[in-house]
């Protein structure tokens, strides 16, 4: 697989693997044997980039998903980019499908959390650790401050912030640099895309989580699609919806016209117009099946004329798009 160069020296897979879903969010957790397969197949494909965090778990054993990529990604650790993020908790008391988060970005966390990552990934220093979510009850010099340490004593060699906006962004770099920012982005949903000039200038490179819109923009789902009450966030996203699955027909249309041309899928177009943005974007699908592991990964392979990419920003401008999720609700309390 072709590489790209995240911030000014970390390099990674063009399409990383987002392992989340293994674990946490989309039902059930996945066979820990079957996960392990699949992601000794993705290093094979050529996978460099394999992204997790502290909290995707279950309310049986929370950090399920680092426990997993520890074990399955040990015996190709000199040749992959671990990622890990620290700084929030799940609300329990809340019913919610996808429970309510709660921030902590003071540095004696995120040195404690640190050393759990570490610890449960089989590793001696992650190569990127993002905050999370940003604490606003923590100034993020502070956050950014216990990062830098963490540098230094060798426990991580890079660091990112996830939802990021452009002044912590500034404010952070002042500290000490940021490699990536990881935010949400997709076709259905490109808020972020006003940072761009931002992350140019400071020379951070762009995560992209959710960058099929969970699953929808891969034009797999109908109204008959089935997820899993209680822990498939899906069963509760917007743009899985019936009235959303009608709404979204000629963009899906659209995708899937390009993708005959081009002799890809709707989903391999979506990746690719994203690459085809800048050369510091980066998607991080995720998935539990090799022929999606697959597909996602030859999407890098898919070139996009500037023509097309434009063409493609006109059609997302002006068709019909319902309303996709963005996100679980952060709740501003210690």
Known sequence: MKKRILGK?????????????MSHAYGPAADKKEMTELLAQAVEMGYTFFDTAEVYG??????DNEELLGT????????????????IRFDETSSAVNKPLIPDGRPETIKKSAEGSLKRLNTDHLDLYYIHRIDKNVPIE????????????????????????????????????????????????????ALFPVLEELQ????????????????KYNKDSKFAEGTDYRSVMPQFSPEAIDKNQEMLRYLEEIADKKDATPAQISLAWM?????????IPGT???????????ASEVELTDQEVRELDKMLDTVPMSEVFGGSRVEEKK
């Open 9 to 21: 020296d970390l390099e990674v897979s063009a399409v990383g693997l987002g392992c989340m879903g």
């Open 58 to 63: 279950t309310p049986e054993n929370p950090h």
């Open 72 to 87: 399955a990604l040990r015996p190709y650790r000199d040749q992959i980019v671990l990622a890990s993020k620290c700084g």
């Open 142 to 193: 502070e956050t950014a401050g216990a990062m830098k340490e963490l540098i230094e004593a060798g426990k991580i060699t890079h660091w990112g912030i996830s939802e990021a906006d452009e002044d912590t962004l500034r404010r952070a770099c002042k500290v000490c640099p940021v490699t990536a920012v990881q935010n949400r982005y997709s076709m259905m949903y490109r808020d972020y895309e």
């Open 204 to 219: 951070i490179g762009f995560v992209a989580f959710s960058p099929l819109a969970n699953g929808f923009l891969s034009a």
């Open 275 to 283: 690459l085809a943005k800048k050369p510091w974007i980066v998607p």
């Open 288 to 298: 539990r099946k090799y022929g999606r592991l697959l597909e996602n990964a030859q």
